[in-house]
């Protein structure tokens, strides 16, 4: 498959339902290796990325949806804010409830909605699982490194007709995913993601998100 820079950035959606068809091992090496273009203040090139596939994805799978079902996750202090403003509030809240009416879940179904957000916890059945992390004494320039790294990722993953899903929720279950994949103390858990081949035949994909116009975003001044 092969598409423009354009077709790549603008096709590119969160997949949560993927087919079990693997990814090819070249591809995914491809992939990771020239997302490392990405551009790195001063070169420091902080990410770091843990790829599991087979076996070692379900053995993370079972034990962080484990802690989930036991509730034990930890307070995300990282990726959102403390409180949202407008108008992230309501976006926030659009997308929620766009994904849950094309589910059938109905306000107050919790249960429902758990078992939805439990589906992160198995990259949503896709064939390749990404953890990213970088060294605890990066700050604000190494996230947004990192950040780059992964949306080289993510594009780079449609021109090759993959789909993926960057995942915050597992920041939540640090802990657990140091301790089993023995990552090294010094890394912070940044973000997962799931990579392989969009299921066409699930409802959930059918989501599509809004993006706000230039002019709400861009201040032109000439």
């Not at 990405?38 to 596939?53: F, L, R």
């Not at 403390?82 to 249960?111: Q, T």
């Not at 789909?163 to 915050?168: E, G, K, R, Y």
């Amino acid at each position: 498959m092969s598409m423009d820079a354009t077709e790549a950035v603008t096709s590119r959606r969160s997949i949560r339902a993927f087919t079990g068809e693997p990814v090819p091992d070249d591809v995914l090496r491809t992939i990771l290796q020239d997302a490392a273009r990405a551009p790195s203040g001063t070169n420091i090139q902080p990410w770091h990325i843990t790829v599991v596939q087979g076996q070692s994805k379900d053995d993370l799978v079972d034990a962080v949806q484990a802690a989930f079902d036991n509730g034990d996750n930890e307070p995300d202090q990282m990726y959102y804010p403390s409180e949202f403003v407008e108008p992230y509030l309501a976006r926030r809240r659009k997308i929620g409830w766009d994904m849950y009416g094309l589910l059938g879940i109905e306000r107050g179904e919790y249960d429902k909605m758990a078992a939805q957000a439990r589906k992160n916890f198995e990259f949503f059945g896709a064939p390749v699982g990404l953890i990213f992390s970088l060294h605890e004494t990066m700050r604000n320039g190494g996230w947004m490194d990192l950040g780059l790294y992964m949306a080289n990722v993510m594009t780079l993953a449609r021109s090759h007709g993959l789909s993926t899903c960057p995942q915050a929720a597992w920041q939540e279950f640090e802990k657990v995913i140091h301790t089993h994949l023995e990552l090294p103390a010094d890394q912070r858990v940044a973000v997962g993601m799931a990579l392989g081949y969009e299921d066409t035949e699930a409802v959930v994909n059918e989501l599509r998100t809004e993006r706000a116009p230039l002019e709400e975003f861009v201040d032109f001044r000439n």
